[in-house]
């Protein structure tokens, strides 16, 4: 991002390779929609451009690039009037695991729909800081610098948030072996 920064704009193509998986995966989960996640990254990659004075390498180059597609995506859902929705469980298979044996790979591929699904119903507050620290693995400080809170603040939202999603988890969890159970 020095190189883009400092006017080397064929470099931004380096960080768009690098970053553009991992980031689209990301808007995936936070944005519920492909589509949405598609045009939110590159709205983040055209500000990576258009803002690459402001870039300081004062951190990780990763936690500037999450600050600012949570700020695209805020952006994104303000123009659109519409918030977050549930991912599409298409969408899921396609990220699932692979397992040798095919009663393990349907068990799984489910608790991911679940999981995936109790991810969806969590408030965006909970689902972007449980995305950044789990699914992205960044650091506890670069969470901070995201969120713009202290690191002991990042820990506790990201502690209470997965508490909820375990409880939302749960819940879905029981009323899908109760709804098997009654047919």
Do not use: N
Request: hydrophobic share 40%; aromatic share 8%; proline share 2%.
């Amino acid at each position: 991002m020095i190189a883009v920064r400092d006017g080397e704009l064929d470099a931004l193509g380096e960080l768009f390779e690098r970053h553009h998986g991992p980031l689209f995966g990301f808007l995936v989960k936070l944005t519920g929609s492909r589509t949405s996640a598609e045009d939110v990254a590159q709205t983040v990659f055209q500000r990576m451009l258009k803002y690459r004075h402001t870039y300081r390498d004062d951190g990780s180059f990763t936690a500037w690039m999450y600050h600012l597609a949570r700020r695209c995506a805020a952006d994104h859902f303000r123009k659109a009037s519409s918030a977050p929705h549930a991912i599409d469980p298409v969408d899921l298979h396609e990220h699932a695991d692979d397992a040798p044996h095919a009663a393990h790979h349907a068990t799984m591929r489910d608790d991911h729909a679940v999981l995936h699904a109790a991810l969806a119903r969590l408030d965006q507050g909970d689902r972007e800081v449980l995305l950044l620290s789990r699914f992205q693995e960044l650091s506890f400080a670069e969470i901070a610098g995201i969120l713009d809170c202290s690191v002991g603040a990042a820990k506790v939202r990201a502690h209470r948030a997965l508490r909820t999603l375990r409880d939302v988890f749960l819940r879905l969890e029981r009323s899908k072996s109760s709804a098997a159970g009654t047919e």
